[in-house]
């Protein structure tokens, strides 16, 4: 079964900091890759997604991520955090097969504190 | 548009009872879905659907139930509710591989 690997469950940055997140999946054939926020209280929203063509995506408020196809990643990245980035990523994996229903697989999440 | 509706977004329930969740859209996604959410598990999937009268089991489907008669509605129903079915639930939808969207959340409390 496909899974994905999120590597980091807490991160806590000091404003103006760089962040990588890492994202790992499992799953060999052509996926669509997405990363999404949650802010706090809020329901997920969608921050950029992969589905071919340049490997690193711009999303908004400044975050991009890589997608790395020989190590199976696709890291979330922003050279400078606010305190309006605390929240929690999901990196998520479309696996675009009939066999795996389509399925939206999420990691576990990351939870992102940002100290003034 | 309005997006992904999910009512109601609160709910206290006694073990054993029963209710249904509902969820709709309007944006003639064929794919739905319904995650749990709890601290440190991420979104687990319960049940997703491909189409109106076609759907099937996720990850932790146990206790759950759904059903698809239109494109629009996707309700999940508990069928005796445990408090190991106290969570946050996410309705979901999306247009084949593409971006999936979320309803705002049902926050449920199973004493």
């Known amino acids: 079964a496909q899974s994905v690997s999120q590597h980091n469950h807490h991160v806590i940055l000091s404003e103006a900091a760089s962040l990588e997140l890492g994202c790992n999946y499992s799953?060999?054939?052509?996926?669509?890759l997405f990363w999404y926020v949650q802010y706090p209280g809020q329901h997920l929203q969608l921050l950029l997604k992969y589905f071919s063509g340049d490997p690193l995506v711009k999303g908004i408020k400044g975050f991009e991520a890589e997608f790395i196809k020989s190590k199976f990643s696709f890291n979330l990245r922003k050279p400078s955090v606010q305190w309006s980035d605390t929240a929690e990523y999901f990196c998520?994996?479309?696996?675009?097969?009939?066999?795996?229903?389509?399925?939206?697989?999420f990691g576990k999440g990351t939870s992102l504190l940002v100290t003034p | 548009n309005a997006g992904v509706t999910q009512t109601p977004k609160f709910q206290v329930l006694k073990t054993g009872q029963s209710m249904t969740l509902q969820c709709a859209q309007d944006m003639n996604h064929e794919y739905m879905s319904w995650y749990r959410q709890d601290p440190g598990m991420g979104l687990r999937l319960i049940h997703y659907s491909v189409g109106a009268g076609i759907t099937d089991q996720g990850e932790v489907p146990n206790g759950y139930n759904v059903s698809r008669s239109t494109t629009e509605d996707f309700p999940l129903r508990l069928l005796s509710a445990a408090p190991s079915q106290t969570s946050v639930y996410f309705c979901?939808?999306?247009?084949?591989?593409?971006?999936?969207?979320f309803g705002p959340g049902t926050r449920l409390t199973v004493l």
């Open positions: 998520a994996v479309n696996a675009l097969s009939q066999s795996s229903g389509y399925a939206l697989n």
């Open positions: 799953y060999g054939g052509t996926v669509n």
């Open positions: 979901a939808s999306r247009l084949g591989g593409d971006t999936q969207y």
